[in-house]
């Protein structure tokens, strides 16, 4: 997931100065995409990653200077060169990697402290910044997709810009030339932090919860006994729920993009879960047990295409740990799989 979130998080209640480093471009293969981002504070400590090291050590030499002049730079990294000098003998990436710096300044954190209040509220925001020749960024702009605007663009924002966003083609990540323009502008799509409702609070869920939560899911644990469904348990639970299926799901509101894993270990609460959760939106539904039980909790019913029943990729897991990694591991395979059709599905002929 993107490290958006937690960097935003950070630029809300951080006092120190910092530069928000984003790759905008890149040509071949390189470990990050278009899109990945990085903050490096002025103590030295940085959130994020745009590669396996070996491009934030040199990114991190320029904020001191960037700091002190407040003007952002771009920097093109060249790692398939066969100079044996460069990037490309050390690394063997093979690619170009273009990396935009910009210092944030008070408005800058302004309109980021707004993009997370959107993100937090469900809602996708494309990101369009607009580059002079000199690799500086000129203006960017936050448009949501019932075109609400906000940034810091010189002028009235260009009505060719709002004709080409309103195409789902537009709201890939990467660098575009708009001719009528004169200039390049980058264009990222953010989207809200995923959720994953893990109902069932059995000690095999906590790995599940912890993993969910390092990779960025906002995890909701539900379970009706006290016992299990303590914040001891899961200390990076965005929410916890106790009480039975129909007193928890009810304070859900749930969406197309959520995640749900029925695990309870509960015959009659399984059952519960799976017939409210199946009259509800959700992009994922997995229930963990073997395809027999789960036929059972279907009342012998065949499992639907949409459920992931047994839940996981079949990696022959053992264990709590093993089974979390297995499911997370189909989730962030189906959330990617998503993200690719939405671009590809929308795009015009």
Not at 49 to 70: F, K, W, Y
Not at 209 to 235: E, H, K, L, M, Q
Not at 267 to 272: E, K, T
């Amino acid at each position: 997931m993107e490290e958006i979130h937690r960097i935003l998080e950070t630029i809300q209640r951080t006092s120190l100065r910092s530069v928000l480093a984003t790759i905008t471009h890149v040509e071949g293969s390189a470990y990050r995409k278009e899109g990945a981002c990085v903050l490096f504070l002025e103590d030295g400590s940085q959130l994020g990653m745009l590669s396996a090291g070996c491009l934030e050590a040199d990114l991190s030499a320029c904020v001191p200077d960037i700091l002190e002049t407040g003007v952002s730079r771009s920097f093109v990294f060249d790692m398939q060169s066969s100079d044996p000098l460069s990037w490309g003998e050390e690394l063997g990436c093979g690619g170009v990697v273009h990396v935009t710096m910009e210092p944030v300044n008070d408005e800058l954190a302004d309109h980021l402290c707004t993009l997370k209040n959107y993100l937090d509220h469900g809602t996708e925001v494309i990101l369009i910044k607009s580059f002079g020749s000199d690799g500086s960024v000129i203006d960017y702009g936050f448009l949501t997709r019932d075109r609400h605007l906000f940034g810091e663009w010189r002028g009235e924002f260009p009505q060719v810009l709002l004709d080409w966003t309103s195409s789902e083609e537009s709201w890939r990540s990467g660098m575009k030339f708009v001719s009528s323009m004169q200039s390049d502008v980058f264009v990222h799509t953010y989207y809200p932090r995923p959720r994953l409702m893990i109902f069932g609070a059995g000690p095999d869920a906590r790995p599940l919860a912890a993993f969910a939560a390092i990779i960025g899911f906002s995890v909701t644990v539900s379970d009706w006994r006290p016992a299990f469904c303590n914040r001891r348990y899961f200390p990076d639970a965005e929410s916890i729920l106790l009480g039975f299926p129909e007193e928890t799901i009810g304070m859900i509101h749930f969406s197309p993009y959520d995640y749900a894993i029925v695990m309870s270990h509960n015959f009659r609460r399984d059952q519960q879960l799976v017939r409210l959760l199946s009259e509800r939106q959700l992009c994922y539904l997995g229930i963990l047990g073997s395809k027999n039980r789960t036929e059972r909790l279907l009342k012998g019913g065949p499992v639907p295409m949409e459920v992931h029943s047994p839940v996981g990729l079949a990696i022959g897991a053992e264990g709590p740990e093993e089974i979390a990694v297995s499911i997370l591991a189909e989730i962030i395979y189906t959330y990617r799989k998503n993200r690719t059709q939405e671009v590809v599905v929308n795009e015009p002929e």
